[in-house]
């Protein structure tokens, strides 16, 4: 397919929105969009960070899936308290893949599930006593628990439970800190505001707790790593990189991480942000509070790695700028190995993104270091700095597509015709069914990592057996085929 011009992109994007009521009409054509690398910032040419258009499928999280699910989760020391019905705590479980080391339910709860199990009576006559025994009851099942966050559902917001009462006395009572997070799913118009929500949480309960407390060590070159949450080991991978070049990662936020590390925080020397849309909060306000600079990093494929890790680099001295050109050379045989692989199967095959805080603009180069094309991206619940950082990546009239519903999806992609689509779970089987090649890209379809060259080696062998897989020219989406087909094909299978 020829490149599309701004022209035929705006074209088809009010082709596709004709089927909507004009008032829907009218506010989905805000959230869709033709990129201009050209502009500085988007603001006149999308609108982000809005309420879903009520009646049409959006595949968003709400604020309690941001605090337990992405940042407070994959703290492994802690445990993490989903207060409310079982529903949520069960559907947050162990989904994201947060890898870390330790001996679960000893001294490592992650992929564990603590619930108060609301029942009616909780909801007529309140949690609070429930919830103060629970915690008791965790701190004698499992006394190496560092802390305790107590995660609230929608009903504890609507009940109004005093669990911040609770958790002041049981912080008391214990010697451990024990954290109230309002995180209610309600709150806010997607998971979004569940990061806002937990990291003004560590602001609040954490990260102060050893202001006054000299007996750590520091050196000039330490850092901490936010918004990795080692989804398949990414973190790492990532890791792996910054020791060779003679940094000491503090901490980690929070994949693989832990209550101490995150104490220690206040006293690196710079924060390195991957997902800046789930921790940028916390960095700022280390910014203002300590002087902690911040800077943002991508470690998708060779390019960009060499890019964060020169600019990292430059932070520090002529030590740490010679280190990471010697990283780079290290590994310059094994990645061009991959791409002298990889690249000719790839080359020019088109790709579309939709996943949710940084993968829609960070892991474009990493296609790109494989010949492949980004012929539209969009997030699910970014705000629109998070679109001033993708104008510049993606190329000229690409198609933009913010809190995008499943209609406008499905047509997009039956009319640029992507060779795979990325994008989430909620999405996959859709896509799948109609035969266009598909991966998970929230948590990397089981597989991983994706980060660093270790990672881009995965990466390109994983989208390599995705999109050259010969099943795709062997099925025709079920409701395409008709009754006598279908009924053929049945019988086939079951003979064989």
């Not at 050196?219 to 070049?245: F, K, Q």
Request: proline share 4%; hydrophobic share 35%; aromatic share 10%.
């Amino acid at each position: 397919m020829a490149k599309m011009t701004q022209e035929e992109t705006q074209a088809l994007i009010q082709e596709v929105l004709e089927v909507y009521p004009e008032k829907a009409k009218k506010d989905r054509a805000k959230h869709l969009a033709v990129n201009d690398p050209s502009l500085e910032q988007p603001k006149k040419c999308i609108t982000s960070n809005r309420k879903s258009q009520p009646g049409v499928m959006t595949v968003r999280g709400c604020a309690y899936a941001g605090s337990r699910g992405v940042v407070w989760g994959p703290v492994k020391d802690m445990v993490h308290i989903s207060h409310g019905p079982i529903g949520c705590g069960q559907y947050s479980r162990a989904g994201r893949r947060n890898y870390y080391v330790g001996h679960t339910g000893v001294d490592t709860f992650g992929t564990m599930n603590f619930t108060s199990d609301f029942q009616e009576k909780d909801i007529v006559f309140g949690g609070d006593k429930k919830l103060d025994k629970l915690i008791d009851e965790i701190n004698e099942l499992f006394p190496l628990v560092k802390g305790i966050s107590v995660q609230s559902e929608c009903p504890v917001g609507l009940i109004g439970d005093d669990i911040e009462a609770v958790s002041k006395k049981k912080t008391k009572d214990l010697g451990k800190p024990v954290i109230p997070v309002r995180c209610e799913g309600f709150r806010g118009v997607s998971q979004s505001l569940g990061h806002h929500i937990a990291n003004d949480s560590l602001r609040d309960w954490v990260l102060s707790n050893r202001d006054g407390d000299n007996s750590f060590e520091t050196t000039p070159y330490d850092v901490a790593i936010l918004g990795d949450y080692n989804i398949g080991g990414d973190a790492w991978s990532s890791r792996i990189l910054l020791e060779e070049m003679g940094l000491r990662v503090v901490a980690m936020w929070s994949g693989d991480g832990t209550l101490p590390e995150m104490e220690l925080t206040s006293k690196v020397k710079l924060n390195l942000v991957h997902c800046y849309r789930s921790i940028n909060y916390i960095t700022r306000h280390m910014e203002e509070k300590y002087g902690i600079p911040w800077m943002e990093y991508n470690l998708f494929g060779p390019t960009k790695i060499a890019d964060s890790l020169r600019a990292i680099a430059a932070r520090f001295d002529e030590t740490i700028q010679a280190n990471a050109e010697k990283v780079i050379a290290k590994y310059q045989a094994e990645y061009e190995a991959v791409v002298a692989k990889y690249k000719p199967r790839l080359e020019g095959k088109k790709v579309m993104l939709y996943v949710g805080g940084l993968r829609p603009r960070h892991i474009i180069g990493a296609y790109e270091d494989l010949g492949m094309e980004v012929i539209g991206t969009g997030y699910e619940f970014a705000h629109n700095d998070d679109y001033d950082r993708t104008l510049k990546d993606m190329g000229n009239a690409t198609l933009l597509y913010d809190d995008v519903t499943g209609y406008e999806l499905e047509e997009f992609v039956k009319r640029l015709k992507p060779d795979l689509i990325g994008s989430g779970i909620k999405e996959k089987y859709i896509f799948q069914k109609m035969g266009v090649p598909f991966r998970q890209m929230h948590s990397w379809d089981y597989s991983g990592p994706y980060h660093g060259y270790d990672g881009f080696a995965i990466f390109a062998r994983d989208m390599d057996m995705t999109v050259n897989n010969p099943c795709w020219n062997r099925m025709q989406a079920p409701w395409l085929e008709s009754g006598s087909q279908t009924a053929e094909s049945s019988a086939q299978q079951a003979a064989a």
